[in-house]
């Protein structure tokens, strides 16, 4: 399989070290009922836009990531934040990285630069805390590489 702008995304942030233990990233935007099951921050990275280079296979999208916490039952702001800087932190330090995406023949090197500032979610019906950043990604299959 080739690789797509929202594997690669998944692949890059669940290699981040996070603030704290136990953080799921996935395409699907969490449900209340998964914090039973003791799953409590997920991070889901949406694409939103960007543009493809026609003559290189270089991709350069903009991907939303929102962080969602709960703990014990109720919006914990602190750690939605914390992860949130995860995502900024470990893009400013760490910009180019080989991942190894889950069902992609090829090796992918991806990095995140520009960001925007975390944002509160103030609507978040399941009560989730819930911070979101946008950031510009640069990614290439390794095969293309020269």
């Known amino acids: 399989m080739r690789a797509n702008t ?3 995304a998944v ?3 669940k290699q981040i070290a996070w603030s704290f233990p136990g953080v799921v990233v996935s395409t699907t935007i969490p449900n209340i009922n998964d914090a039973a099951k003791g799953l409590h921050a997920f991070v889901v990275p949406i694409v939103v836009g960007g543009n493809a280079d026609l003559t290189t296979p270089l ?9 969602y916490v ?3 039952g109720k919006p ?3 750690r939605a934040s914390a992860l949130a800087e995860d ?3 470990n893009g400013i330090l760490n910009q180019f990285k080989v ?3 889950p069902n992609v023949t090829n090796k992918v090197r991806a990095g995140m630069a520009t960001f925007t500032e975390p944002r509160r979610l103030q609507y978040d019906k399941q009560r989730f805390a819930a911070f979101t950043t946008d950031c510009v990604m640069t990614w290439i299959e390794k095969n293309y590489e020269n």
Do not use: F, I, K, S
């Not at 991709?59 to 962080?67: D, H, I, K, L, M």
């Open 99 to 101: 991942l190894e995406v």
């Open 59 to 67: 991709a350069n999208p903009v991907v939303q990531v929102t962080c």
């Open 11 to 13: 692949a890059y942030l």
């Open 87 to 89: 995502v900024r932190r």
């Open 76 to 78: 914990d702001w602190g």
């Open 6 to 8: 929202e594997v690669v």
């Open 70 to 72: 709960l703990n014990a």
